[in-house]
């Protein structure tokens, strides 16, 4: 057992990348990610591994993305105005398939907005940020252990799948500091770079779907003499103009991770049992949330938690159930309404889903939640907002 | 004699043949000459990257028969920078344009050059947006026509070897697609230079730029090459008056225009010295 550590959120980050066997990062600084950059500074040259502070969000997008393809797992860190730069080259990754995790930690917009204050305004940007049909993985932590877990969990995805994988934090975790046991290296499961399976003297196809329909790309410089461009290409990597070629890569872009979804996404409740109202909620503002539902059971009332730490794919099994138990469901969020949507979506009208949303700079205080908790039970039971 | 058995074709992937470059381009002399330099080099296929951005030039990578990154528009400099951090023993060829070199990706351009990481960036300039079908690039003379200047140019272009030499670049070159044999040079010495090497090659584009600007065919553009490009020991020897006249006709200086004089650390032996002082420092 190791010994417990004073630790931050970035940092734990940083380490849990460490662990995953991330060997490369480059990143740009910007409040309030910046602490993650300068512990992979410090930590990655220890390893043997490499650290580069690029000209911009573009090139350190740009340059993770080379170094994957080099044969790297890499990271890269950022917040808001810098993660609206990287779109386009996130959006390269998915479509040249290249594995890679960006850590988005959360602070006010639009714009400049307010660097050091929280805010959870990006979740629908991650999701859709980047031009085109995509699909995309999300993960969003509400404690430092967890961060360190979930940040590994990242890195893994995006090998699995060889994709982009978003670590969304948020201001409030990302500077939170906790003491925190990690688990010792034998207990950390990695996984491996996708090597090929065949030569090219048996008719390797670079792009040619393994069973779990993510291809096995080979690295570069193992003379495969691969080709990747961001065009639509078909199994060969070659670009090709043809409709069914297109329509068949979009569709196993969404499928490899669609199809995987009941593994990939995480969540747990807490109080739910016999709950007859739910609040949902992620990262930071989900521990004010359990706070908030703690307090209004030790009042006798019958509410649970329900928190997400996958936002994407987003849980829409799980709130379907959800909203077939519950009378309503009140979604947390610490912006003008965005998780919101897309519950009353998966709930499909079968109770009602209200807002508790706060864009101020300040995180929720407990008795906040519990008032809109109180507000929604009210008008459920008087059978007004369903 | 590579040129007369044609040894370099081996380095093309013959199934993606012809290019879609239009008749009369000079992409495809600037690709050869990056593949003579290559084998004059004796670097292989496996051991060698070609990355491009987006554009008519970048298109040259989909041809070349080694691991090949068509990247996106702009970006090439910082991918090939991350793959040569990744695997420093791999022989990494930037592949890029005016458009993708000079204007959305400057900002890469000047620091790839201060970085001085071991790249050999070949720009292929045409002076104009190709792909898109002809607007007016960074390189697009004063008065130039092109699709976004009727009128003719007004923005000013810029020397793209005077930013490199300024902003760090080790080693400095320019050559035209009517010097074949010197454009192969300047790219082999390129390669051989360690750190960021930067080859201007000037590249005639008949289709987008000859023909709104009075040279329709590629034959009276490399003549225009021809008769303007001067041998760079030449032009040292002109006087004050004579330059300046040269300079007002649209003549340009050829061949090694910087070489640091002092060989300086690249990028990637200066991080195996960080990788040495922290792992010399106790956790």
């Known amino acids: ?386 | 004699m590579a040129e007369l058995t044609r040894s370099y074709e081996k380095y093309f992937r013959q199934n993606r043949l012809p290019h879609l470059w239009c008749p009369g381009c000079g992409n495809g002399i600037a690709m050869k000459a990056i593949v003579q330099a290559i084998e004059k080099q004796g670097w292989t296929q496996d051991n060698t990257v070609i990355v491009s951005g987006i554009g008519c030039s970048s298109r040259a990578s989909g041809y070349m028969d080694f691991d090949t990154l068509h990247t996106a528009h702009g970006r090439a400099i910082p991918f090939a920078t991350g793959i040569k951090l990744a695997r420093p023993e791999l022989n990494v060829v930037v592949i890029t344009g005016d458009g993708d070199c000079c204007a959305i990706g400057g900002n890469h351009f000047i620091h790839g050059c201060r970085r001085n990481v071991d790249l050999t960036v070949v720009l292929f300039n045409n002076a104009i947006y190709g792909m898109t079908g002809g607007q007016a690039s960074p390189m697009t003379p004063l008065g130039g026509k092109a699709t976004t200047t009727p009128y003719g140019s007004v923005d000013r272009p810029f020397d793209p070897c005077h930013l490199a030499k300024a902003a760090g670049a080790t080693f400095v070159a320019r050559s035209t697609a009517f010097h074949v044999q010197h454009m192969t040079d300047m790219i082999a010495q390129g390669m051989a230079s360690r750190g960021f090497s930067f080859i201007e090659t000037q590249v005639q584009c008949p289709t987008s730029y000859g023909r709104r600007n009075k040279m329709p065919s590629p034959a009276e553009m490399l003549k225009w090459l021809q008769q303007h490009a001067v041998l760079k020991p030449a032009w040292d020897r002109l006087d004050r008056e004579k330059k300046k006249a040269y300079i007002l006709d649209h003549k340009f200086p050829i061949g090694v225009l910087h070489q640091a004089k002092r060989p300086e650390l690249d990028y990637d032996a200066a991080y195996d010295q960080v990788i040495e002082r922290a792992q010399g420092v106790k956790a």
């Open chain 1, 1 to 386: 057992m190791r010994e417990a550590r004073l630790m931050q959120g970035n940092e734990a980050c940083a380490e849990g990348a460490i662990a995953a066997g991330v060997d490369f990062f480059a990143g740009y600084p910007i409040t309030p990610s910046t602490e993650i950059a300068e512990m992979m500074a410090k930590l990655l040259p220890k390893q043997g591994g490499k650290f580069v502070q690029m000209e911009d969000e573009i090139a350190a997008m740009g340059a993770i993305l080379g170094a994957s393809l080099a044969g790297s797992k890499v990271m890269d860190a950022t917040s808001g105005p810098g993660f609206s730069l990287k779109q386009e080259l996130i959006g390269y990754a998915v479509c040249a398939e290249i594995p890679c995790v960006l850590v988005d930690v959360q602070r006010v917009g639009p714009s400049t907005g307010q660097p050091t204050a929280p805010s959870q305004g990006d979740l629908m940007q991650v999701r859709w940020g980047t031009h085109g049909d995509h699909p995309m993985i999300a993960l969003s932590p509400w404690s430092v252990r967890e961060t360190y877990d979930a940040t590994i969990m990242a890195v893994n995805y995006a090998e699995r799948f060889r994709t982009p994988v978003i670590l969304l934090m948020d201001e409030m975790v990302g500077h939170l500091r906790e003491n925190v046991t990690l688990p010792e290296p034998g207990e950390i499961e990695i996984y491996p770079r996708r090597k090929p399976k065949k030569t090219r003297a048996e008719g390797y196809e670079p792009f040619e779907p393994d069973t779990d329909l993510v291809p096995n790309v080979a690295d570069f410089g193992e003379g495969y003499h691969i080709h990747v461009t961001g065009l639509i290409h078909d199994d060969t990597g070659f670009p090709v103009g043809s409709a069914q070629v297109t329509e068949s890569s979009i569709r196993r872009l969404h499928e490899k991770i669609m199809r995987a979804s009941d593994e990939i996404v995480h969540t747990e409740s807490y109080f739910m049992e016999d709950a007859e109202y739910a609040v949902v909620s992620f990262g930071g503002t989900a521990r004010t949330a359990y706070e908030a539902v703690k307090n209004m059971r030790e009042q006798g009332l019958s509410v649970g938690l329900l928190r997400l730490l996958t936002v994407w794919p987003f849980a829409d099994k799980v709130i379907a159930e959800l909203a077939e138990k519950v009378k309503g469901i009140l979604v947390a969020e610490l912006n003008y309404g965005q998780m919101v949507h897309e519950v009353r979506r998966a709930a499909g009208g079968k109770c009602a889903v209200e807002l508790c949303g706060k864009y101020n700079m300040k995180s929720f205080e407990p008795v906040e939640i519990e008032a809109e908790i109180e507000k929604m039970v009210g008008d459920v039971e008087k059978g007004g907002r369903a």
